[in-house]
């Protein structure tokens, strides 16, 4: 069982229109400015968010899928930690945190698509 059936705020919280918008921002921007950072900063919510459903949902990846999934969290760690597990003061981090973000993304419901619960992205109309 995932955190997020547990926890079914955590389910509601993924937005996946958000965060194309906010990594789309964070990438076209070559300076962010303040008001673009303080929405750039919501990757690093929905990366804690996302990060510790992925890992969880790894062990149902098979071969070349499990490979991409442990690589993305590694990568997305490594990040985090770089950034103290907060919103980073160096505009880089936050362009690393972005593509980290949409990779979480793109595996959550892939991972959870063979559960028998229904998952619950908000994607705002995006396939």
Known sequence: MTRASE????????????IHRTSETVLWSPRLSREERDVAE??????????PEVHDLA????????RTTVHVIGCTRRTLHAAGG?????????????????ALLALYPQLSASDDRPVHVADGGRQ
């Open 86 to 102: 907060a919103a980073p003061a160096d505009d880089s981090i936050l362009l690393d945190m972005a593509p980290h973000c949409r």
């Open 7 to 18: 926890d079914t705020t955590a389910t509601a919280a993924i937005d996946a229109d958000t």
């Open 42 to 51: 919501l990757l690093v919510g929905q990366v804690n968010l996302l990060q």
């Open 59 to 66: 062990p149902r990846a098979l071969m070349e899928q499990l």
